[in-house]
């Protein structure tokens, strides 16, 4: 299987600041990563697919970089609704494997 | 608007089976080619994929359940299906349905999970 491992697991932040979290395969993966934003008590909402593809409705503050084995999340701007928990997910192979989670905080 | 709804029992007794339906409104599942994916979440944990599904039912489950995962899908209905036997505390865990989107690419497509289902809790305990 393959390993999802995010960082940092959690982090503080303030409205208008640019956060960039962290997400590594244990193998190449090429750029077959999805990241999603979980607000607490709902379900996950799908940001960027293929490592860099914005999904639709999902605003441009939220970018998406990588390849193989080495991925980013960057949000900039931070506003009060992003203050929620993001994760990574690779769609290269069965079993399709989460990393798991960041927590992102109000500062 | 796609719209998924999970329904079924929110107490599994331990060694018993777990039996959970997705509900899709705003498109047929037999008129697509999408899988349908299940997904959950122990409290305050992270994400587990447990497996997809097809109209034609071809199925992928993830390794560690495979055993113990069952699913099925009932076009006429616009309903798919997880079933989960010999649960066990462990298996507690908010469940969501999902489609599976992609992009056909000349080699694998590029696919996620979107939408969503609201997710439904399921406790293990006798």
């Known amino acids: 299987d393959i390993q999802m491992t995010q960082s940092p697991s959690s982090l503080s932040a303030s409205v208008g600041d640019t956060v960039t979290i962290t997400c590594r395969a244990s193998q190449t993966i090429s750029n077959y990563l999805n990241w999603y934003q979980q607000i607490p008590g709902k379900a996950p909402k799908v940001l960027i697919y293929?490592?860099?593809s914005l999904q639709s409705g999902v605003p441009s503050r939220f970018s998406g970089r990588g390849s193989g084995t080495d991925f980013t999340l960057t949000i900039s701007s931070l506003q009060p609704e992003d203050f929620a928990t993001y994760y990574c997910?690779?769609?290269?192979?069965?079993?399709?494997?989460f990393g798991g989670g960041t927590k992102v905080e109000i500062k | 608007q796609l719209h998924l709804q999970e329904s079924g029992p929110g107490l599994v007794k331990p060694s018993e089976t777990l039996s959970l339906t997705c509900s899709v409104s705003g498109a047929s599942i037999g008129d697509t080619d999408f899988y349908w994916g299940w997904i959950r979440q122990p409290p305050g944990k992270g994400l587990e994929w447990i497996g997809n599904i097809r109209k034609t039912g071809s199925t992928f489950y993830h390794s560690s359940l495979k055993s113990r995962v069952t699913m099925s899908i009932d076009t006429s209905k616009n309903q798919f299906s997880l079933n989960l036997t010999s649960v066990t505390v462990a298996d507690t865990a908010i469940y969501f349905c999902?489609?599976?989107?992609?992009?056909?690419?000349?080699?694998?497509?590029?696919?996620?999970?979107?939408?969503w289902g609201q997710g439904t809790l399921v406790t293990v305990s006798s």
């Open positions: 999902a489609r599976r989107d992609e992009i056909l690419t000349d080699f694998f497509p590029y696919n996620w999970f979107d939408p």
């Open positions: 293929a490592a860099s």
């Open positions: 997910q690779h769609s290269y192979s069965t079993p399709l494997t």
